[in-house]
């Protein structure tokens, strides 16, 4: 195989959440990727402690899933799923349907986390509209929430940056839960925390200020991700659900990231024993390998929705080009049967304890502020510097790559989340190089 030629201008690529001046003027380039590893573009290997982004939980160029790529991408390139249909999609459909709670078994593809979230939030709406309560339209999310970017995810999103130069086109009737994240109650907690089940009765406030009959639906990630990992305390998302049910409003939890196995199951839902009205989903649904999200709905909401108008009509007029595109698809199938064949799921529960052992084994590690961790999981919040908030996690990111391994920050927050092969050696490795980054910052 020819090697791909040395690329010396960055400049045309504008490149997503970068800071595109400070990384072109020191890039940090990724040319393959196998098993666990990443291998830069000057030949080191880079241990994967993020499963990409959340998202490689079977770990890089699986062949099963290359095989089902290149075996489809030759066969059925794309098809369309507007009026029309191909079989690999509902074959995906009845798979993805098979991991989901008892009732959420109607499934809608999107291309990404953003379109599953942007779904969601139109299905709830249409779904009170088709049972005579057209009236609902307000949506909650949470502080420090993220939803992705379209303009749905960012207005029921909770994290300012992603929200400040956009306020102005926001969805106006948007209210917010406050956040979970309480270092005066819950610093270095293993696992779930015993304080903080009460954050949930806000959303009585809130129903109360609004009233529930224009209430349409909450949204929540059960485990949140990209605002530095907060695990809900215990009982939280229980009272949420109760609240939801007594007001008739949906749940939703957004599980692009605690979908398929982070937790040591197929969701976050079967996880913590609470049951949503849907589900969004993408990243490890199909291994990332190509685009690919989707909603689970529950049977009622789906049934609501499509039984409400004519037979010949369309019920939701909502969807993509390439809802269930014919490869990414193939590749969901592909990867859905790997993690069952290979018991994924089990392995990352049988690993969480080493993995919570060696995160937290870094409370003693210079400007250590918090350690939290759930899972395959774990966030590493430090002390901020002076006038340069985040800073100093940027500077353990890089140091941490320069030695070959991979981590995520946000903020000044380093985030863990590998592919769920990892070896007990290799999580010694990852949090390993974090000590020696963190003893060589100041």
């Known amino acids: 195989m020819n090697a791909r030629p040395v690329i010396d201008d960055l400049s045309s690529f504008w490149m997503p959440f970068t800071a595109n001046r400070q990384f072109k003027a020191a890039p940090r380039l990724l040319e393959s990727a196998k098993g666990m590893y990443y291998r830069s573009t000057d030949g ?79 299905i709830a709406l249409a779904y009170h509209r088709a049972r005579g309560e057209g009236q609902r339209t307000r949506l909650i999310g949470r502080e420090r929430g993220y939803h992705g970017v379209g303009f749905g995810g960012i207005s029921v999103g909770g994290i300012a940056p992603n929200r400040k130069t956009f306020s102005g086109a926001l969805l106006p009737a948007v209210d917010h839960l406050p956040h979970t994240h309480d270092l005066a109650h819950n610093a270095f907690t293993k696992g779930q925390p015993a304080w903080g089940d009460h954050l949930a009765d806000d959303l009585e406030r809130i129903v109360a200020l609004h009233d529930p009959s224009t209430i349409a639906a909450v949204i929540v990630e059960p485990l949140a991700g990209s605002t530095g990992v907060l695990v809900p305390p215990q009982g939280y998302l229980q009272k949420l659900r109760e609240i ?131 899972g395959l999981v774990a966030g590493i919040e430090l002390d901020s510097r002076d006038g340069a908030p985040g800073a100093r996690a940027y500077e353990v990111f890089v140091k941490c790559f320069e030695a070959g391994v991979l981590v995520r920050y946000t903020g000044d927050i380093l985030a863990f989340s590998p592919p769920l092969i990892i070896e007990d050696d290799q999580i010694d490795q990852i949090f390993g190089t974090v000590r020696k980054a963190l003893e060589s910052v100041k």
């Open 44 to 122: 080191r290997e880079v241990l994967d402690g993020t499963a990409g982004l959340w998202c490689v939980n079977a770990g890089h160029c699986r062949e099963e899933i290359v095989d089902a790529v290149t075996r489809t991408l030759g066969t059925l390139d794309f098809a369309p799923t507007f009026q029309m249909g191909h079989p690999i999609a509902f074959e995906a459909a009845t798979k993805v349907a098979s991991l989901m709670p008892e009732g959420l078994d109607r499934i809608f593809f999107t291309n990404s986390g953003s379109e599953s979230v942007d779904t969601a939030l139109k």
């Open 244 to 374: 939801c049910t007594k007001y008739g409003i949906l749940l939703i939890f957004d599980e692009v990231i605690t979908g398929f196995g982070r937790l040591g199951k197929a969701t976050a839902s079967e996880y913590f024993g609470v049951t949503p009205d849907l589900i969004t989903m993408a990243k490890a649904i199909n291994n990332a390998t190509i685009p690919l999200g989707a909603v689970a709905a529950h049977r009622n909401v789906h049934d609501t929705v499509v039984n409400a108008g004519a037979a010949n009509a369309i019920e939701l007029f909502h969807g993509y080009t390439y809802s269930a595109h014919p490869v990414a698809t193939a590749a969901a199938i592909a990867t859905l049967d790997l993690y069952q064949r290979d018991k994924l799921f089990e392995r990352a529960a049988s690993k969480a304890e080493k993995f919570e052992s060696a995160a937290h084994a870094l409370r003693d590690a210079p400007y250590v502020k918090d350690i939290r961790n759930l």
